[in-house]
Nanobody, 125 residues
Framework: QVQLVESGGGLVQAGTSLRLSCAAS????????MGWVRQAPGKEREFLAG????????EYADSVKGRFTISRDSAKNTVYLQMNSLKPEDTAIYYC??????????????????WGQGTQVTVSS
């Protein structure tokens, strides 16, 4: 059973940074894709960033490009989301997700099979 556990959320002031972590366990991970998604109250899920483990290809949403960076530690099966210059509109629950393929579009949320429980990020003005 694949499990994803996020950590690193919290309450921060606008303009500061946070780094989220997501550790994957319970499976044999060879070629797969991991991504970060957020959902704010009353809004739909929003893809933020994703990374393929075999090619290290990444994809970002326009809303976070240049501010957020996704990276991974393959030895730890962990993916990170470095978030800089945070804004109040970044307030949301942040989820990591995993799909056991490396060929579907990174940002296509329908293909993600496993999801973490989410971590709250609150940015005050």
């Amino acid at each position: 059973q694949v499990q994803l556990v996020e950590s690193g959320g919290g309450l921060v002031q606008a303009g500061t940074s946070l780094r989220l972590s997501c550790a994957a366990s319970g499976g044999t991970f060879t070629y797969f894709t991991m991504g970060w998604v957020r959902q704010a109250p009353g809004k739909e899920r929003e893809f933020l960033a994703g990374i393929r483990t075999n090619t290290i290809s990444t994809e970002y949403a326009d809303s976070v490009k240049g501010r957020f960076t996704i990276s991974r530690d393959s030895a730890k099966n962990t993916v990170y989301l470095q978030m800089n210059s945070l804004k109040p509109e970044d307030t949301a629950i942040y989820y990591c997700a995993l799909k056991l393929d490396s060929y579907t579009k990174i940002s296509d949320l329908v293909d993600y099979e496993y999801w973490g429980q989410g971590t709250q990020v609150t940015v005050s003005s």
